[in-house]
């Protein structure tokens, strides 16, 4: 039975939890399935060490509650953004391997040091610095070296990493990592995807003794070619699909609801919302949910006249949002809906059959931005937490920052 249409499903959507009675919306966030989608990628990855990617609060999901679940899964190796991100995953998980993505500032190196974490080095002067850093503190820690085979991001070119290359017949190159970046790798026949790997494979043999990782989530499923000595998956581990020409591998980490708190009905030929978009074709019932754009529900999913919007379930059916999503509040049409819908149910925005890509269709973006923009009002609950992983209290989370 499709949990959507199932009388017990309908019955929790109806029904909050008591102890979130005052929060808008709920943001339930499987912990478990997390677990089980870095144990796949693990496993697919083989014999690749298989990391952690957990910036962005762990693109949204709550950084410390999902590092201490990866790595009770045995993920050893995490990478972050920034150093406060490292701070916090240090903390939860103090023998890991961290690397910072976005590499040294001017003056950070004893930062590094004090929690023994690693920049991802991409630029020439930045190296510099480091090397200056280790020899005035005499810092044995290294870093990883990130080359740029074509992204024209962030990376040291193939002719700088190539001047690099007779420091690895030293006692202490200063290397644990050398890496790249797919540009491409959702779409499996992108040529693109080619010229990186050959790239990245003659430069990185010029490196030897040091572990080599290019793949994100999505490389992964490119072949055997593209596994190197490490995977880094981020995506992938909270649901998004790694494979979008294909069926979704993972399993769905989030569920949102938000609260209705009005129900009223709308005469034939009326508007709803700002800007008057979308009429009524007849007498609609409409429940009003309180979630909108400050919470990460994007005004471009909006109910407008002859476009198809996003849908929410109410009452286990799918229902079209009607009118424009506005800063706190949905209108949705919930006009053909056959069980009681009342003030204080909730609406499901995603979940049972709404995953957070199909959402990111209608956003006119991609599921990491909807996950990473899921906004600090919702309360937030985790199932299957470790005792020792407790997340902060729901309301006080700090807001995920938006990451690629």
């Known amino acids: 039975m499709n949990r959507a249409t199932d009388p017990k499903s309908?019955?929790?959507?109806?029904?909050?939890?008591?102890?979130?009675?005052?929060?808008?919306?709920?943001?339930?966030?499987?912990?478990?399935?997390?677990?089980?989608n870095w144990k796949k990628l693990e496993g697919k990855g083989v014999p690749a060490e298989c990391a952690g990617v957990v910036k962005a609060d762990a693109y949204g999901c709550g950084l410390a509650p999902v590092t201490k679940t990866l790595s009770d899964a045995g993920c050893k190796t995490f990478f972050v953004a920034t150093l406060d991100e490292a701070r916090t995953v240090r903390a939860t998980a103090p023998t890991a391997k961290i690397y910072v993505l976005d590499g040294l500032f001017s003056g950070t190196g004893d930062q590094f040091a004090a929690i023994n974490c690693m920049p991802v080095i991409g630029d020439m002067g930045e190296l510099a610095e480091w090397d200056a850093f280790r020899s005035t503190a005499g810092w044995l820690g290294?870093?990883?070296i990130h080359i740029d085979t074509g992204m024209n991001r962030l990376g040291l070119s193939i002719g700088e990493a190539q001047g690099l290359a007779p420091r690895m017949k030293t006692v202490n190159p200063g290397f644990s990592l050398v890496m790249s970046h797919l540009a491409c790798a959702e779409t499996l026949g992108h040529p693109m995807n080619a010229r990186q790997v050959a790239a990245f494979r003659e430069i990185a043999s010029l490196f030897s003794g040091v572990s080599a990782s290019l793949s994100n989530s999505s490389g992964i499923f490119l072949g055997p070619h593209f596994l190197f000595d490490m995977i880094r998956p981020g995506a992938a581990l909270y649901g998004v699909n790694p494979t979008p020409e294909a069926d979704n591998p993972m399993q769905q980490v989030i569920d949102l609801k938000a609260r209705i708190v009005q129900v009223r009905h709308v005469a034939k030929g009326e508007t709803i919302g700002y800007g008057a978009t979308w009429t009524a074709r007849r007498d609609t019932r409409v429940a009003v949910a309180a979630a909108g754009y400050a919470d990460g529900y994007f005004r471009a999913a909006s109910g407008v006249d002859g476009t198809r919007s996003a849908e929410t379930i109410v009452a286990g059916q799918r229902c079209p949002?009607?009118?424009?999503?506005?800063?706190?509040?949905?209108?949705?049409?919930?006009?053909?809906?056959?069980?009681?819908?009342?003030?204080g149910h909730?609406?499901?925005?995603?979940?049972?059959?709404?995953?957070?890509?199909?959402?990111?269709?209608?956003?006119?973006?991609?599921?990491?931005?909807?996950?990473?923009?899921?906004?600090?009002?919702?309360?937030?609950?985790?199932?299957?937490?470790?005792?020792?992983?407790?997340?902060?209290?729901?309301?006080?989370?700090?807001?995920?920052?938006a990451g690629d």
């Open 346 to 401: 909730m609406a499901t925005l995603i979940g049972d059959g709404i995953t957070v890509d199909e959402l990111g269709h209608h956003f006119g973006t991609i599921g990491y931005e909807v996950l990473t923009s899921l906004g600090p009002r919702y309360a937030r609950v985790y199932k299957d937490a470790p005792a020792s992983a407790e997340p902060p209290k729901a309301m006080d989370q700090p807001a995920p920052q």
């Open 142 to 144: 290294t870093a990883a």
């Open 10 to 36: 309908i019955a929790a959507q109806a029904a909050p939890a008591a102890g979130n009675a005052s929060a808008n919306g709920i943001l339930t966030v499987d912990l478990g399935a997390i677990a089980a």
């Open 321 to 343: 949002i009607a009118g424009r999503i506005s800063m706190d509040l949905t209108a949705i049409d919930v006009t053909d809906v056959t069980a009681p819908v009342r003030r």
